[in-house]
């Protein structure tokens, strides 16, 4: 497993001049605009059922992509974001790039909609930039062309390195004698029961190991 976290190489370099689109949900949509792209040409804010959600995403970038029509696009992760916009990249023939590609756990509802979405998403894709090796051979699985496929690395472990070369202000007080514990939490299937299990979780370590 450790090795699927290794660095194999910088996942994304941007130049000033790319436009892009940053629909903003619930997730932080920050990894662009910390890499000198500027602000993003076009900035959407959507947070609605995921029916809603995808028709509008499908709308809008349909709209977005006529007026740029662009050479290639790039869209990032497994959410209906990514997938939306390689789905209207599909209809107007445009390439679709695939940063973070690409997760599998083969089974549709864990997590949900986000397993579907790589999926979906996976065979609409000119070009797949897998994060590891299994990534890779995730997509020669299904058959995709692996001249296609290039693993370029995790943007997230390309984040925490870049942090972790530099100061990072975060405006908080922390005690360098203690221990400090980052947790991550998010998905809609995570929403309820789940992130509450997670939350007992965590009091129950930390009481386990003050």
Known sequence: MSGDLRQTGPA??????????????????????????????????????????????????????????????LAQGDTTTAMAT????????????????????????????????????????TV????????????????INPQSIHVTGNTVIDALLMTAQGELVIGVDLDPRQRLVLITAHRRDSFGDPIRQICQAVQELHDRFP
């Open 86 to 125: 390689a789905l209207a990249s599909f209809y107007q023939k445009i390439p679709c790039g695939h940063v973070e590609a690409v997760l599998r756990t083969h089974q549709l509802f864990a997590p949900s909609p986000e397993e579907a979405n790589r999926v979906v998403a996976g065979h609409l894709r």
């Open 12 to 73: 994304l370099r941007m130049d000033s001049g790319v436009a892009h689109a940053r629909p903003k949900r619930l997730q932080p949509a920050q990894p662009l605009s910390q890499r000198n792209c500027g602000p993003p040409s076009f900035d959407r804010t959507w947070h609605q059922p995921l029916v809603a959600l995808t028709a509008r995403l499908l709308e809008r970038i349909h709209e977005v992509l006529v007026q740029e029509r662009p050479e290639m696009v």
């Open 128 to 143: 797949h930039f897998a994060r590891t090796a299994t990534a890779r051979d995730n997509l020669l699985q299904e058959g």
